[in-house]
């Protein structure tokens, strides 16, 4: 067994700066994945891109995004998630400086580029997990998880009209170049202030090398975090894909209104995430066992954020529209300390595999889910529908859970 490292960095606990870089590599992920969704309105007219093509330029990120998942989290365990998050943090950061020089030589390009850029996100939340399962307390680890979850609604938050002041006073190519810095200068403290050990003793004895992929796919505790992990993310990217659309559509804003008014959840959604984690270590701290806490933070986030979706149906004015949508995303967000720290109690020591395998799973939400939202709306004319089936989707999740979900350990 790895004798920690030291445990404090000044008066600070060495585990903070790892949970804080960490988090940081997370927000500044969806600030490199989210700031082509404003800058292509320019480069569509540049280019002189169809819709089509610009959907591809979109879709394109999440081929390279869902292929590395589950290496990445094996890589995590295998090498520790410092240097594989590092080194996925400068690669991503590099193929988002490479952006605009991409598109300026050819469509093909572009998209290779967009693909080499998931590659490199993969890795941010299973080395992040492997270094939170590494440096964190057990007692902690709901709060680092949800902070850690929180990291993509500020990246959202902060991205979507950062870029589009950036794209207005100085030209399309400069939020990837900016972006693309912060990655780098990230990398310093990185490197150079946490260590390659651990903080905390290891969960369990080292023991054999060898993932024992048969226990991991053959338990039902660890199928209800990938079901709940899909769930989750079904709701999260419609959200992150149609609000703007749906205030726009729904209440006739203007569309800067309509930014503007999509950005309200996600600040909920940042704040009732970090509220979930301390709750849920405080919970566990108090006696309540395991299996309780992640259920109950489980249940609140889906439940809760599908009865937010149907009362939409019920909303007259924006002022309404936006308190439901803000509901919805703010109870979703409890979620992060349901099944998100949910490995570490079921499977601390290969909490970054499972994290990779369920979060291969929840990937498909991003391409298939927002496809389908469009395509109901397309043949109904409305939102109702759409969020019908995602309140549906996230109602079929938590009963999954309620059934099968654990917080005792089952794979050593």
Same mark, same amino acid.
């Given at each position: 067994?790895?004798?920690?490292?030291?445990?404090?960095?000044?008066?600070?606990?060495?585990?903070?700066?790892?949970?804080?870089?960490?988090?940081?590599?997370?927000?500044?992920?969806?600030?490199?994945?989210?700031?082509?969704?404003?800058?292509? #309105?320019?480069?569509?007219?540049?280019? *002189?891109?169809?819709?089509?093509?610009?959907?591809?330029?979109?879709?394109?990120?999440?081929?390279?995004?869902?292929?590395?998942?589950?290496?990445?989290?094996?890589?995590?365990?295998?090498?520790?998630?410092?240097?594989?998050?590092?080194?996925?943090?400068?690669?991503?950061?590099?193929?988002?400086?490479?952006?605009?020089?991409?598109?300026?030589?050819?469509?093909?390009?572009?998209?290779?580029?967009?693909?080499?850029?998931?590659?490199?996100?993969?890795?941010?939340?299973?080395?992040?997990?492997?270094?939170?399962?590494?440096?964190?307390?057990?007692?902690?680890?709901?709060?680092?998880?949800?902070?850690?979850?929180?990291?993509?609604?500020?990246?959202?938050?902060?991205?979507?009209?950062?870029?589009?002041?950036?794209?207005?006073?100085?030209?399309?190519?400069?939020?990837?170049?900016?972006?693309?810095?912060?990655?780098?200068?990230?990398?310093?403290?990185?490197?150079?202030?946490?260590?390659?050990?651990?903080?905390?003793?290891?969960?369990?004895?080292?023991?054999?090398?060898? #993932?024992?992929?048969?226990? #991991?796919?053959?338990?039902?505790?660890?199928?209800?975090?990938?079901?709940?992990?899909?769930?989750?993310?079904?709701?999260?990217?419609?959200?992150?894909?149609?609000?703007?659309?749906?205030?726009?559509?729904?209440?006739?804003?203007?569309?800067?209104?309509?930014?503007?008014?999509?950005?309200?959840?996600?600040?909920?959604?940042?704040?009732?995430?970090?509220?979930?984690?301390?709750?849920?270590?405080?919970?566990?701290?108090?006696?309540?066992?395991?299996?309780?806490?992640?259920?109950?933070?489980?249940?609140?986030?889906?439940?809760?954020?599908?009865?937010?979706?149907?009362?939409? *149906?019920?909303?007259?004015?924006?002022?309404?529209?936006?308190?439901?949508?803000?509901?919805?995303?703010?109870?979703?967000?409890?979620?992060?300390?349901?099944?998100?720290?949910?490995?570490?109690?079921?499977?601390?020591?290969?909490?970054?595999?499972?994290?990779?395998?369920?979060?291969?799973?929840?990937?498909?939400?991003?391409?298939?889910?927002?496809?389908?939202?469009?395509?109901?709306?397309?043949?109904?004319?409305?939102?109702?529908?759409?969020?019908?089936?995602?309140?549906?989707?996230?109602?079929?999740?938590?009963?999954?859970?309620?059934?099968?979900?654990?917080?005792?350990?089952?794979?050593?």
């Amino acid at each position: 067994m790895t004798a920690p490292e030291a445990r404090s960095v000044g008066r600070w606990p060495a585990w903070y700066l790892v949970v804080g870089l960490c988090f940081a590599a997370v927000f500044i992920s969806y600030l490199d994945r989210t700031n082509i969704s404003v800058a292509a #309105i320019a480069m569509q007219e540049e280019f *002189q891109w169809t819709e089509t093509t610009k959907g591809l330029v979109l879709s394109s990120f999440f081929i390279g995004y869902i292929v590395l998942q589950v290496a990445s989290g094996t890589l995590s365990n295998r090498f520790g998630g410092k240097l594989v998050l590092g080194l996925a943090v400068l690669w991503w950061s590099l193929f988002t400086v490479l952006t605009p020089p991409a598109a300026e030589l050819s469509l093909a390009a572009l998209i290779v580029a967009r693909i080499a850029l998931g590659l490199g996100e993969a890795a941010v939340f299973p080395a992040s997990i492997n270094m939170i399962g590494r440096w964190v307390p057990a007692e902690r680890r709901s709060r680092a998880v949800a902070l850690l979850g929180s990291g993509l609604s500020l990246g959202t938050l902060v991205a979507l009209p950062v870029t589009g002041w950036l794209v207005r006073s100085q030209g399309w190519p400069s939020p990837f170049y900016i972006f693309g810095a912060l990655g780098v200068v990230w990398a310093i403290p990185w490197f150079f202030g946490v260590g390659a050990g651990r903080g905390v003793e290891a969960d369990a004895a080292p023991g054999s090398r060898t #993932i024992p992929w048969g226990r #991991i796919l053959t338990t039902p505790a660890v199928w209800a975090i990938i079901i709940n992990h899909f769930c989750n993310n079904w709701s999260l990217y419609v959200l992150l894909a149609w609000l703007p659309s749906y205030f726009k559509t729904t209440f006739g804003v203007t569309i800067a209104s309509a930014g503007i008014l999509s950005a309200a959840p996600w600040a909920v959604s940042f704040v009732m995430a970090n509220v979930a984690g301390g709750w849920a270590d405080r919970m566990i701290k108090g006696g309540r066992h395991p299996t309780t806490v992640r259920k109950t933070m489980q249940l609140i986030g889906l439940l809760g954020g599908a009865a937010g979706l149907l009362l939409l *149906q019920q909303v007259g004015s924006v002022t309404m529209g936006l308190v439901v949508m803000c509901f919805a995303s703010g109870a979703l967000a409890f979620c992060l300390a349901g099944f998100g720290p949910n490995a570490f109690d079921v499977a601390p020591k290969y909490a970054d595999v499972i994290w990779g395998i369920s979060n291969t799973a929840a990937t498909i939400p991003g391409i298939v889910g927002v496809a389908v939202t469009g395509w109901l709306v397309d043949r109904t004319g409305g939102y109702t529908a759409p969020f019908v089936v995602t309140a549906s989707i996230a109602v079929f999740g938590a009963v999954v859970y309620a059934l099968f979900g654990s917080g005792e350990r089952k794979i050593d």
